[in-house]
């Protein structure tokens, strides 16, 4: 019979361009988020946090975007290099409530 | 640091083995984490501990699922006896506390036949 998966958004991007993605939460006491990239074979890896007092941080080629008003962070990605394929989490933590993952963005560069 | 440690990497049983994954957390970690990853469900929380005390075991999928911490260098989960439905990535993570990035393990990816 025909399995049915978990349909992951994909993002596909082309080597060199800048990589937008997005995520939604929906626990308003959420006050610190995470990201995790997570390559084929591997644990997720931590890449960039964010507290609820901030709006943007910046890393090495990564940056989060926080927008508490309507529960939603994006992670961009600078001149995105094939290395930059995999999924990626976004791990929202606050009001008592354990670490729940999302099901995740697999981004896909193209060389 | 070696970072989290799991074994084995690799396992595969027949349906009804017990089948137990271990776990050695980052050394000063006082957080420790079980997740199971499949296609269908995505990355699970199956049970959390904090100082080796469990505090939050409502992902177990059921009573053949167990998890110990009889130190805070070590962790086991043990399934008995083992579904092929059961087959999946388990991931071991520990935190500094519980509301500080994890720390994964590369996982044990069990095949129960």
């Known amino acids: 019979g025909e399995s049915v998966g978990l349909h992951l958004p994909t993002l596909s991007v082309q080597e060199g361009d800048n990589s937008i993605i997005n995520c939604a939460y929906s626990n308003s006491a959420s006050d610190y988020f995470i990201w995790y990239k997570q390559e084929s074979g591997k644990g997720p890896q931590f890449i960039i946090d964010i507290r609820s007092n901030m709006d943007k941080r910046q890393g090495q080629r990564v940056t989060v975007l926080l927008n508490k008003t309507v529960k939603h962070l994006s992670l961009q990605i600078a001149a995105t290099q094939p290395g930059d394929s995999a999924v990626y989490f976004c791990?929202?933590?606050?009001?008592?409530?354990?670490?729940?993952f999302g099901k995740g963005t697999r981004l896909s560069v193209i060389a | 640091d070696a970072g989290v440690i799991q074994s084995p990497r690799h396992e595969v049983t027949e349906m009804g083995q017990e089948v137990t994954l271990r776990c050695k957390p980052i050394s000063g970690h006082n957080s420790l984490f079980w997740y199971r990853q499949t296609m269908m469900r995505g990355l699970e929380l199956l049970i959390y501990f904090n100082n080796n005390v469990p505090i939050d075991d409502s992902g177990m999928p059921e009573d053949r699922f167990s998890a110990k911490m009889p130190n805070a260098s070590f962790s086991t989960l043990k399934i008995q006896p083992s579904e092929p439905r059961d087959s999946a990535v388990y991931f071991c993570?520990?935190?500094?506390?519980?509301?500080?990035?994890?720390?994964f393990g590369n996982g044990t990816r069990l095949t129960v036949t």
């Open positions: 791990a929202p933590l606050g009001g008592n409530t354990p670490l729940v």
């Open positions: 993570a520990s935190s500094l506390t519980g509301v500080s990035p994890l720390h």
